[in-house]
């Protein structure tokens, strides 16, 4: 596994890889866990050669957010990229990736705008601006992203379709299940800043979405189902709740009542210094991510 910084390189090294066959990027800001670790498998299922990145982006980082704090074991990352059969690394430098005078900005109306969007103004202008920088620097033929962050892969389908992106095509963007703790909670890299009491009430969060989810199918009020989840995380010892929402799984539409095509219900909240999020299907034919 080859690890590189900077552009000229990481260009040769993907033409060289690109001689075998497709090549995958799995774009991640590193501390990997498991979930990530899924991402590069089912890129090699479909890929001769999967380039993941690292790189923890500043853009995408509001002020008073985690960036100093978040985690960057870069020499274990590395080993598990490794382990994984990875061909190459690219970890650019926040110098490489905007140098000086760097003045653009990718911004999606609409999918951007609500949900972690409201909570987190900026948020999804910096990731479709980085991730529209790997794209172009490594011109890969397909790309994996986590469905944990099912809005960030709506907003990042919703570029390449509208930018008519070719490297990758909308339709080779895909995004792979939640991978989660026998719990039920969620797989994050953001989980290592719960203590153990605030880890053990974080599986409040999925167990009060499987609840939502049985009254939703049920012909549950959407409403009074939606407070219902917000009131259990409160007593279980979440600190504020930023959303509970049910919506279509596409455009991320509000969903006032639960239709033949499903819906998805979207969750955010907050405990200890972590802010946890999730979703799941509700109904339908569990609400599959249109490409
Ligand atoms: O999901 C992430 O880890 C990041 O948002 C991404 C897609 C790597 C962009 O920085």
């Known amino acids: 596994m080859q690890t590189v910084d900077q552009l000229d390189p990481l260009r040769r090294a993907v033409e060289g890889l690109r001689a075998d066959g497709p090549v995958a990027i799995v774009p991640t800001m590193g501390a990997l866990h498991e979930g990530h670790l899924t991402l590069v498998r089912e890129a090699r299922q479909r890929a001769a050669h999967v380039v993941a990145s690292i790189f923890v982006n500043p853009r995408q980082f509001g002020v008073g957010e985690d960036l100093d704090a978040y985690p960057r074991p870069r020499e274990r990352d590395l080993e598990l990229l490794a382990g994984e059969g990875?061909?190459?690394v690219w970890a650019p430098t926040v110098e490489v990736m905007y140098p000086a005078g760097y003045a653009t900005n990718v911004s999606v109306s609409g999918v951007s705008e609500e949900l972690c969007g409201a909570a987190r103004p900026g948020h999804f202008d910096g990731v479709a601006t980085v991730?529209?920088?790997?794209?172009n620097q490594?011109?890969?033929?397909?790309?994996f992203f986590g469905e944990k962050d099912?809005?960030?892969?709506a907003v990042i389908r919703r570029m390449a379709r509208d930018l008519d992106l070719v490297a990758?095509?909308?339709?080779?963007?895909?995004?792979?299940?939640?991978v989660r703790e026998a719990d039920g909670l969620a797989m994050s890299s953001r989980n290592g800043y719960l203590t153990a009491d605030e880890r053990a009430r974080a599986?409040?969060?999925?167990?009060?979405m499987h609840k939502a989810i049985a009254a939703l199918e049920a012909g549950g009020d959407v409403g009074s189902v939606l407070d219902e989840v917000a009131r259990e995380l409160l007593a279980a010892g979440f600190v504020s709740v930023d959303y509970v929402e049910l919506r279509d799984p596409d455009r991320l539409r509000p969903v006032v009542a639960l239709g033949e095509h499903?819906?998805?219900?979207?969750?955010?909240?907050?405990i200890g210094r972590a802010r946890l999020i999730d979703n799941m299907a509700v109904g339908g034919a569990k609400a599959v991510p249109s490409r």
């Open 86 to 88: 990875v061909s190459l």
């Open 131 to 135: 991730v529209c920088k790997l794209f």
């Open 138 to 143: 490594v011109r890969p033929d397909m790309a």
């Open 150 to 153: 099912w809005q960030q892969l």
């Open 168 to 178: 990758p095509y909308a339709d080779a963007i895909h995004g792979v299940a939640t």
């Open 203 to 208: 599986e409040a969060l999925p167990a009060a």
């Open 262 to 270: 499903g819906a998805r219900l979207f969750v955010a909240a907050r």
